[in-house]
């Protein structure tokens, strides 16, 4: 009984790690749909209820909103499964979109993810604040930990380039008493919308007694009701690609990546309301 109390908890242990360290990105942000794919970049000129949730980047008309829902299988390992659901809709100058998401299992190891993010447009300059929260579960009654934190972005664009910048953890929160605390981090973000039907990506992400993390990814509209996506990231080196279709409101998502040691991952979303990736306008942002 005793061993198995330990290895449990080396599994506990074990879990927590990945929890941290693999699946879980700065700062609780929600995993966005295409981010394997695109070096964990975001599409920032008509952006999906995922990077709304994470960036207030605009590009959402007034009156329109969106709802996302997707899986995730980080590794081809079902004990870093990983689900969510975020929802994003504008009113006038507010754009507020929130979300959830679930990693791990009940028996074991669970985290649950909620974020909301509230901005204000004006003209083509977006300016948000989002509230973040975390709540982990450790099985056989071996407790619950919880914390929350805030963070800041601004967003703005100038014809067919685009900018981003956030802020979060501004709080460093910590899961318990004396617990190491979540790094403050930041994020840059930029697309370039290119001559034809495509868009280059770039992100890079900055947190303490951490390296610098860069993503680049390319987005291609192949035709008006699909498009295909690639890209790379860095901090663990990862290559993706992906697929996704649109049809009416409805639009159907799969993106991939592949790890050299820990094999391949897959992201799978599904999104009912605004879709609109081949209609671009300069004042896309008003």
Known sequence: M????????????????????????????????????????????????????????????????????????????????????VGAVRRGKITAAVGLSQFGKEDLYKELTGKLQVAYQYDSLSLGMSLSGLMVYLGEGYGRFSTQTVGLGIAYRYGNYFAAFTTDNLTTPQLYDKAVPFNLSYSLYAEVIGIGKHSLTAKVTWEKYEKPRFGFGQKLYLARQGAFFWGLGTEPMEYGGGIEFYFRKWGLSYATSYHPVLDFSHTISFSYGFHRPNERKKDGFK
């Open 2 to 85: 005793i061993m198995n109390k330990k290895v449990l908890t080396a599994s506990l242990c074990a879990l927590f790690l990945v929890g941290l360290l693999v699946v879980r990105t700065p700062g609780f942000e929600l995993i966005p749909s295409q981010g394997i794919g695109m070096g964990q970049a975001f599409i920032l000129s008509y952006p999906k209820a995922t990077t709304l949730v994470n960036i207030p980047s605009g590009g959402l008309p007034d009156g329109n909103w969106q709802l996302e829902a997707g899986f995730n299988r980080r590794f081809e390992l079902s004990d870093l499964d990983q689900v969510f659901l």
